[in-house]
């Protein structure tokens, strides 16, 4: 079983910044995606971004110039850094981990995110 711990959610301010942190506990096979997903009040869970471990990224056109996914392989943990956010971008915020060998997705716990004045 692998374990996904998120971190880095709360409240800020339309216009402004936060980093969600999501660790695995351990490495899995040699092909995998990272990803981040959102689930704001009354609306289906999204897929915000996400990384294949060779480094292609992908990204939800409602975010695309203000997040950023990155990864870091030695620490099995994946990164969205959020800029200009948006009231819109209010949501649960969970991280998930799919391998494509075996088809094993394992998701994190979620972390709320609210952008409010």
């Known amino acids: 079983q692998v374990q996904m711990v998120e971190s880095g959610g709360g409240l800020v301010q339309p216009g402004g910044s936060l980093r969600l942190s999501c660790a695995a506990s351990?490495?899995?096979?040699?092909?995998?995606?990272m990803g981040w997903y959102r689930q704001g009040p009354g609306k289906q869970r999204e897929l915000v971004a996400n990384?294949?471990?060779?480094?292609?990224?992908n990204y939800a056109d409602s975010v695309k110039g203000r997040f950023t996914i990155s990864r870091d392989s030695a620490k099995n943990t994946v990164y969205l850094q959020m800029n200009s956010l948006k009231p819109e971008d209010t949501a649960v915020y969970y991280c998930?981990?799919?391998?494509?060998?075996?088809?094993?997705?394992?998701w994190g716990q979620g972390t709320q995110v609210t952008v409010s004045s």
């Open positions: 990384v294949i471990n060779n480094g292609p990224t």
């Open positions: 351990r490495s899995i096979s040699s092909l995998y995606v």
């Open positions: 998930k981990l799919r391998d494509v060998i075996t088809s094993k997705e394992y």
